[in-house]
């Protein structure tokens, strides 16, 4: 097993990280079969568009995040690994693609997420509807798609809320006073809305927010975010710590301590989340299932 590093801070060299940051790389598993039918079926993860550092441990368990609709985004946010650029077709065979890799890989969940696609007139939200539509083809699969805010478009959730994923993810990211400088093209209250109206129209779905830290927010700015959450009547939450994907991207300005992601892992399961993960590597999709499991008792 070898350890990985990360670019982090605003020096141009690499620099080590907090002992609790150090990464162990897996070997073995499922990871070869996960790769080969990825290859095969042309389909994208993000966990390896976004240099997630959870890949090998989560590919071994034979566990992936899919990203459909291209590998360019339209937006390009500070702390975002995926690329920006022009975007391709839609592929209309990628919900068969996908629905064969959860045959082949034998999957009871998947988590399907997208580029930002403002290019699209339906923000692509037809596409994850086909996507999730195709899927509930498989019986006892569960399935989460964590969704843009396709700019706040209520007909446009309308079509991903009606098609009926188990779970509705839509992550705010970061505190409102740093959308501006990284989160171009998106707003912290749109966002909230999008939330709140997944909620009010399908109670029977769970909904589900994250946030990185090490971006500069403070705490007090972090304990206001869950609390819009709450209000929104979000059932689960992630934090995680922001690791800067390359040089290009915006620096970690702290690396949080354990024992803080703890601190607000409790303060968020005392304002009411049916689910909290929060710790250095707590990522949106890491352990969604178990996420999912633990909010439905
Ligand atoms: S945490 Fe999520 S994005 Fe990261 S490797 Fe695991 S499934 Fe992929």
């Not at 002992?19 to 389909?43: C, S, T």
């Not at 969940?109 to 539509?133: A, E, K, N, Q, W």
């Not at 090490?214 to 710590?241: I, P, S, W, Y």
Request: glycine letters at 10%; one cysteine or more.
């Amino acid at each position: 097993m070898r350890e990985r590093g990360f670019f982090t801070g605003k020096e141009l060299r690499r620099v080590p990280l907090p002992p609790w940051l150090r990464k162990r790389i897996q070997i073995g598993g499922a990871q070869g079969k996960v790769l080969g039918v990825l290859e095969e079926l042309r389909l994208r993860t993000v966990c390896q568009e976004a240099i997630c550092p959870n890949i090998t441990e989560c590919f071994s368990r034979s566990t992936a995040t899919f990203i459909i609709l291209g590998d360019a985004c339209t937006r390009g946010c500070g702390f975002c690994a995926v690329k920006r650029g022009r975007p391709q077709p839609v592929e209309e065979d990628e919900p068969e693609r996908l629905s064969e890799a959860v045959r082949s890989l034998g999957l009871k969940y998947v988590v399907v997420t997208s580029v930002t696609r403002d290019d699209l007139p339906d923000g692509g939200s037809g596409h994850f509807r086909r996507v999730i539509l195709t899927l509930k083809r498989h019986k006892h699969l569960k399935i989460e798609v964590l969704v843009p805010d396709f700019q706040g478009v209520c007909q446009n959730l309308e079509a991903v809320l009606e098609a009926g994923p188990e779970v509705f993810a839509h992550n705010v990211e970061t505190v409102p006073r740093l959308y501006a400088e990284v989160r171009s093209g998106a707003f912290y209250k749109r966002s909230l809305r999008v939330l709140e109206f997944a909620k009010k129209q399908s109670k029977n779905i769970y909904t589900k927010s994250g946030l990185m830290l090490g971006l500069g927010e403070r705490k007090e700015e972090v304990l206001a975010v869950l609390r819009d959450l709450r209000r929104t009547g979000c059932d689960m939450v992630t934090l995680g710590q922001y690791l800067r994907p390359s040089m290009h991207h915006r620096a970690v300005e702290r690396f949080i301590e354990p024992g803080e992601f703890e601190e607000y892992g409790e303060i968020a399961r005392s304002l009411g989340f049916l689910e909290v993960q929060a710790g250095p590597f707590v990522r949106s999709s890491y352990y969604a299932e178990a996420l999912l499991k633990g909010a439905e008792r």
